[in-house]
């Protein structure tokens, strides 16, 4: 089993940043991809951004591509989510999610709350 903890959510302004993390622990050996999911208010959850465990490899959702920047720190069993430039439409739950194969996610953490004021 791993278990995720995010932190870092809160309230900031429009244009403002934040940075989001993802710890990670258990059996983070057997981690394949991490990634970052949201859900905004009456919104369905949608993918945000993601990254190998093992591989510079990373993916964007088109609506924070440029803005938002996914890293990890293996040592740390941590990833992380850079915010920059936020939108109002930014505002949501934001979650994240790993998987060890072809399975899909197979760990969810609890999510942080994001608020971008206008």
């Known amino acids: 089993q791993v278990q995720l903890v995010e932190s870092g959510g809160g309230l900031v302004q429009a244009g403002g940043s934040l940075r989001l993390s993802c710890a990670a622990s258990g059996r983070t050996y057997s981690l394949a991809f991490m990634a970052w999911f949201r859900q905004g208010p009456g919104k369905e959850r949608e993918f945000v951004a993601g990254?190998?465990?093992?591989?510079?490899?990373?993916r964007y959702a088109d609506s924070v591509k440029g803005r938002f920047t996914i890293s990890r720190d293996n040592a740390k069993n941590t990833m992380y989510l850079q915010m920059n430039s936020l939108k109002p439409e930014d505002t949501a739950a934001y979650s994240c999610?790993?998987?060890?194969?072809?399975?899909?996610?197979?760990?969810w953490g609890q999510g942080t709350q994001v608020t971008v004021s206008s």
């Open positions: 990254i190998r465990w093992s591989a510079d490899i990373t």
């Open positions: 999610a790993a998987g060890v194969g072809s399975t899909g996610y197979n760990y």
